[in-house]
């Protein structure tokens, strides 16, 4: 990994870098989407992945002796969502937000790891970030990899049935085997008897989360201007 990242608004004793490069490696989305469901204990080469390669990859990421890798997706009107991989000596959680250089805060989507927060995207949500076009050349690219580095944000009552195939096509573009696929994006997706609902109340064009559990209960970044959260509502609805 190389390029430190600086997010302002961010913790301030920590260092960051960039992590894209991450994506590159199956090992990583292996072990990114098995932080979802608590790494069942499987063995990583039915998914096409050398358990050493995996081991040395969760080693990686869990190091609190390493710079926090830090990747990116960004999306229309200038903001971006991260996901840092924050390890601390007694505890590592993968923080989900979202920035715009001019808000002066961060939105926080949730957390994975060790102290759960969330669900922060819907499934409208989540798919139109993975499919919104960027400038410049930080942060990733890849609708497949942009889509599975948010997938731990999911939780929607209403997703479309063709939710589990979407998935499973980005799993096997990141290098997950492919007979593999169908059955892990099924162990991903969150359930949606249970799921919560998304709605847009008169206070703010941002939908909230109807989930005790998401930062999501109030619209992201609470406190921006209303043209800011206008912004942000269309970029996260999509055209």
């Not at 913790?11 to 979802?36: I, K, N, Q, R, S």
């Not at 099924?186 to 109807?210: E, F, H, K, M, Y």
Request: aromatic share 6%; hydrophobic share 40%.
């Amino acid at each position: 990994m190389t390029g430190a990242v600086h997010i302002p608004e961010y913790l301030d004793d920590c260092e960051l870098v960039a992590g894209e490069d991450l994506a590159h490696d199956p090992a990583f989305w292996l072990a990114h989407v098995l932080l979802m469901v608590g790494d069942p204990g499987e063995k990583p080469e039915r998914y096409g992945v050398e358990a050493s390669a995996y081991e040395e990859m969760v080693d990686r990421l869990g190091d609190p002796e390493q710079p926090w890798p830090v990747l990116r997706v960004p999306f229309d009107g200038g903001h971006t969502a991260h996901a840092v991989y924050a390890n601390f000596e007694d505890m590592n959680n993968v923080d989900f937000f979202v920035r715009h250089p001019a808000w002066g805060r961060l939105g926080f989507l949730g957390d994975c790891g060790a102290d759960e927060a969330g669900p922060g995207l819907s499934w409208a949500e989540l798919t139109t970030l993975a499919a919104s076009t960027q400038d410049g050349d930080e942060g990733l690219s890849d609708a497949s990899q942009r889509l599975l580095l948010l997938l731990p944000m999911l939780g929607d009552a209403d997703m479309p049935s063709e939710a589990p195939a979407v998935v499973s096509r980005a799993l096997a573009h990141c290098g997950i085997r492919a007979d593999a696929a169908d059955e892990l994006a099924a162990a991903l997706l969150p359930d949606q008897a249970d799921g919560p609902r998304w709605i847009v109340t008169g206070d703010s064009p941002i939908a909230v989360c109807s989930s005790p559990y998401s930062p999501r209960q109030v619209p992201i970044a609470l406190g921006i201007t209303t043209d800011q959260a206008q912004a942000l509502a269309d970029s996260l609805s999509g055209p």
